[in-house]
């Protein structure tokens, strides 16, 4: 392994691909009634069914920013080890957690380590769309392409990925500030889903509605057969959803069905972004050729 890839938990990889790939991954956190809970722990798993049914009830979630110190122990191990780092954080225009980590690490490499090579890429993505810019970058890296080269990539390619959503619930939406009561009790009356999309500032903004959860679900498998890069077929799909698996299988289905995709990772959201979006919440991922 030519150098390591340091990713946060926004980027909703499950275990299995982090180990594979020999990811380090910085926990962020979210808070329910005072209790903090970390919502990435190497080795364990943390029970987001149990996350959702807490909203579900009512209960107060808040989130909070990746703390420095948990960056510190990782960026020590690996500088230690000798090895050169890539950090690849959560789009900056949903949280500051990308610009309180990056200066931090920059500070360690600084003072202590700077021998050696860290390089820190704000992928405006988030979820399992922040999870697909690190399996790329990973792809890269293992086919040989050095630090310098696969930065570069990532600067110049970070706006090539895809996210759209679709959310179950607006009163969540609501709750955060991106829509008013007043449009969100109708949008319910109405069974009226939303389909946003990360703009290229990394903004969450709506861009269609539909009525009805089936017709949103199809509404996303509509934006990958419209705007994923060819062959679509060969693409590696993610799909992050919130307590919803069945949505996320049939979404999943639809695409598979209409453009041959056969290559998907599904994961249930990570509950620092989940806690904005609410349960029943399906986020498709993808690559794009087109403006995102």
Not at 73 to 91: C, H, K, M, N, P
């Amino acid at each position: 392994m030519s150098f390591a890839i340091l990713t946060d938990s926004s980027s909703n990889l499950p275990e299995e691909l982090i180990d594979k790939h020999q990811l380090s991954v910085i926990a962020l956190e979210f808070i329910v009634e005072g209790q903090v809970y970390h919502s990435y722990l190497k080795g364990s798993v943390t029970d987001l069914g149990k996350f959702y049914t807490m909203m579900r009830e009512g209960k107060v979630i808040t989130t909070s920013l990746a703390r420095p110190e948990s960056a510190d122990t990782l960026i020590r191990e690996l500088f230690s080890a000798g090895q050169d780092v890539l950090y690849l954080g959560f789009d900056s225009a949903l949280s500051g957690t990308y610009d309180s980590i990056s200066k931090y690490l920059q500070q360690v490499h600084e003072e202590e380590f700077p021998e050696r090579q860290l390089e820190c890429v704000d992928t405006l993505a988030a979820a399992l769309g922040e999870g697909l810019f690190v399996l790329e970058a990973v792809k890269l890296r293992d086919a040989g392409s050095s630090l310098t080269e696969v930065t570069a990539w990532a600067r110049k390619k970070r706006l090539s990925f895809a996210h759209w959503f679709t959310v179950d619930d607006l009163t969540y939406l609501q709750r955060g500030g991106r829509l008013s009561k007043g449009a969100a009790l109708a949008g319910s009356i109405l069974s009226i889903k939303p389909v946003m999309h990360v703009d290229d500032e990394g903004r969450l903004v709506p861009a269609d509605k539909v009525r009805g959860r089936k017709k949103s679900l199809l509404a996303l498998a509509d934006k990958f057969a419209t705007l994923a890069s060819q062959p679509q077929n060969e693409q590696l799909v993610c799909i992050s959803h919130a307590a919803c698996l069945e949505d996320a299988e049939f979404l999943r289905d639809q695409i598979a069905e209409r453009c041959g995709t056969k290559d998907f990772v599904i994961n249930e959201l990570d509950p620092v972004i989940g806690a904005h979006a609410g349960p029943g919440t399906v986020a498709l991922f993808f690559t794009t050729d087109q403006p995102r």
